[in-house]
């Protein structure tokens, strides 16, 4: 079965440059939800997406910006990267909202600030 | 918002039935109770949701008791490969704009021994 895509799977950056997640869903589904986990940490909700639409909003750096595109894949935009934005960056996917539906989620694109 | 409290770690070993009990004290009435799996470095993979009373499938029971202020994960006859941390998680009924965001809590890392 298909499932979540992310690229790229790593991705190194110096401080102050930008990058470029992305996220291809599950087909079908409908929403996306970007996630951060840091070394030894949780993950930690970022932003959503339901039908291209920005649904929910975490704690995303105001750094960050995100959107859904019509094929409802997603793009994790970051700038000026610091050094604590090293970490797995995780995308899901769901069909549909409400908090009854399953999460998909992607291998992670890890991410290393030098 | 309704958080989760379980075990740090837990270690058992092959073959055992294993139980993670959760507490989730302000729990919503719209709320479910969701189960999540991570292996080091790779997404989390759902395992099981469950309302109220008992689910099951084919990896994993969830018991919740009818004031549903905690729920027990239990693993039948774990093998080596059920090394992980798990979460439980509450997982936000029809709120509006926080649908569907997972919160995740410190997890319970269990370790199976041979």
């Known amino acids: 079965a298909a499932g979540v895509i992310q690229s790229p799977r790593h991705l190194i950056k110096e401080k102050r440059e930008t990058a470029t997640l992305k996220c291809y869903p599950i087909?079908?589904?409908?929403?996306v939800y970007w996630y951060q986990q840091g070394p030894g940490q949780d993950p930690q909700f970022l932003i959503s997406?339901?039908?291209?639409?920005?649904?929910d909003k975490g704690s995303i750096p105001d750094r960050f910006s995100a959107q859904q595109f019509s094929d409802y894949h997603s793009e994790l935009n970051m700038s000026s990267l610091e050094l604590g934005d090293s970490a797995l960056y995780f995308c899901?996917?769901?069909?549909?909202?409400?908090?009854?539906?399953?999460?998909?989620f992607g291998p992670g694109t890890r991410l290393t600030v030098t | 918002l309704a958080k989760t409290t379980q075990p740090i770690s837990m270690d058992s070993y092959e073959g055992q039935e294993v139980n993670i009990t959760c507490s989730h004290n302000?729990?919503?009435?719209?709320?479910?109770i969701t189960w999540y799996q991570q292996f080091p470095s790779q997404g989390p993979r759902f395992i099981i949701q469950g309302y109220k009373t008992k689910v099951t499938n084919e990896v994993a029971s969830l018991f919740i008791p009818a004031d549903r202020k905690s729920s027990t994960l239990s693993l039948p006859r774990v093998s080596l490969s059920d090394t992980a941390v798990y979460y439980c998680l509450v997982a936000l009924g029809d709120r509006g704009s926080t649908l569907g965001r997972l919160y995740f809590g410190r997890g319970t890392q269990l370790t199976v021994w041979p």
């Open positions: 087909p079908r589904h409908d929403t």
């Open positions: 997406f339901y039908e291209k639409m920005q649904s």
């Open positions: 899901a996917s769901s069909s549909g909202l409400a908090g009854g539906h399953e999460q998909y």
């Open positions: 302000n729990i919503a009435t719209n709320d479910y």
